[in-house]
């Protein structure tokens, strides 16, 4: 899949829906060959998250030490010396060999999460700033290895969903004053200055990641959409907007059809893990979970472009701090939920994580998992898969899972797929052992 054309160069069809005409089946190729979006997230590199890097954190496990996000990290540490770490941090964790290993497995885009104090820092706030040459370089060797980027706001001032990979866990406060949401533009500023600078290479701005509906007003994050268009619109005029959907149906978002707007996309993410209708589904029904997941995508799709930019192989919530540093997992019952215990007695975490621990039966189930949601997401626009890599959590590691052949490598080359492509049409098949149609 490496042949591919700038998304912008499809601008003008690729993301019709919004001026008011229906989208074709060309328009939802994107890149440098007109392929579906088939990418994987930088996660962990400009907004760290315990369970990505535990190595990080690892000195404050089994202590009294409130150090749970990249707020508390740095304020615990002092600016100096969390500045001092997190260079060698930003040096290594992503390297031009990682890059060069993506577009070797046949990838065409990575998302990259930025949080928004690399850009606008305040006084009393304890990040460090000087991720911006890492960035630069990481999108030379994007560049160099002929795959496509999209810069994603991962985080906002006051917190958009209160999660620690917001940079801060705990409050909700993104909306709480003006302050916060000029401050955002600012930051999309810093990236839409980026993306023009390397308009060869990044071809989207998802303007922030996973605002949570839970505790924002949807006005309110329908009137930021609007104000971060027109801002980076006068910045980098082709570049494509990424809108994320806040929790909300991308059902609820078939209305938004905004004067003038052109060139933007739904984000929606999917995960097993995290509510019990999922995590509690037996392997069989993982699967099947994933055709009603395609009949969806494929019907946002025909309103509003819509993307898949998260998404793992996990069935379990048990990688080391997923849930928050220092915190359990539903899994097991050892985080208290709404089961008040685990998903069915004797659930264990050992070995969920770990590839050497998977048996046949299981590399099998992960190796239909990971086509079966390649499947459905590409009813849609495509996917970004979470993440590139984990220190420890082999069912969120994308490259580890695609050398030991979990992952379709290329993602073309799919045993149990439901898809086939017959002339640049996506065509269901009958005949798929978990659907039916």
Known sequence: MRALIRLGAVAAVA???????????????????GDIIRGVNLG??????PWIRPSL?????????????????????????CLSRLKKHWSSWVTESDIATLARLGLNHVRIPVGYWAFTLKDDEPYVQG???????????????NLNAVLDLHGVPGSQNGF?????????????????????????????????????????????????????????IIDYYKRAYTTIR?????????????????????????????NVILDTHTYHVFVKDRLTLSREDHL???????????????????????????????????????????????????????????????????????DSPTRSFFRQFAEAQMDAYEAGS??????????????????????????????TDRHYSRYSLDNAHWNIKLDSPWCHE
């Not at 962990?44 to 998250?49: H, I, K, N, P, T």
């Not at 009294?64 to 304020?75: I, K, L, M, P």
């Open 164 to 220: 620690d990979n917001s940079g801060k866990l705990g409050e909700i406060g993104w909306q709480h004053t003006q302050e916060n949401i000029d401050r955002s533009i600012q930051a999309l500023v810093g990236l839409a200055n980026i993306a023009a600078q390397y308009s060869n290479v990044v071809d989207a701005i998802e303007v922030v990641n996973e605002p949570a509906i839970w505790g924002l007003s949807k006005q309110g």
């Open 234 to 262: 006068g910045i980098a005029p082709s570049v494509t907007i990424v809108i994320h959907d806040a929790f909300l149906s991308p059902a609820e978002w078939n209305d938004l059809n905004v004067q003038g707007w052109s």
């Open 382 to 411: 495509g996917w970004f898969f979470w993440n590139f890599k984990t220190e420890e959590a082999d069912d969120w590691n994308y490259i580890k899972l695609a050398q030991n052949g979990l992952i379709p490598n290329p993602p």
């Open 44 to 49: 962990g590199l400009f907004v760290l998250e």
């Open 57 to 81: 954190f690892k000195q404050w496990e089994g202590t009294n030490s409130h150090v749970v996000d990249e707020w508390t990290y740095c304020a615990t540490l002092g600016k100096d010396e």
């Open 131 to 145: 991720q911006i040459p890492y960035l630069k370089q990481v999108l030379e060797w994007t560049r160099k290895h």
């Open 15 to 33: 993301f019709a829906a919004l001026a008011g005409s229906s989208p074709s089946d060309i328009s939802r190729r994107f890149g440098n060959g």
């Open 288 to 358: 099947k979970a994933t055709c009603q997941d395609a009949a969806n995508v494929r019907n946002f799709n025909s309103h509003l472009w819509t993307v898949t930019g998260e998404w793992s192989l996990a069935t379990t919530d048990c990688a080391r701090w997923l849930n928050g540093f220092g915190r359990g997992a539903r899994w097991d019952g050892s985080l208290p939920w709404e089961m008040n215990g685990p998903v069915y007695p004797g659930a264990t975490c050992s070995g969920q994580s770990s590839i050497g621990a998977w």
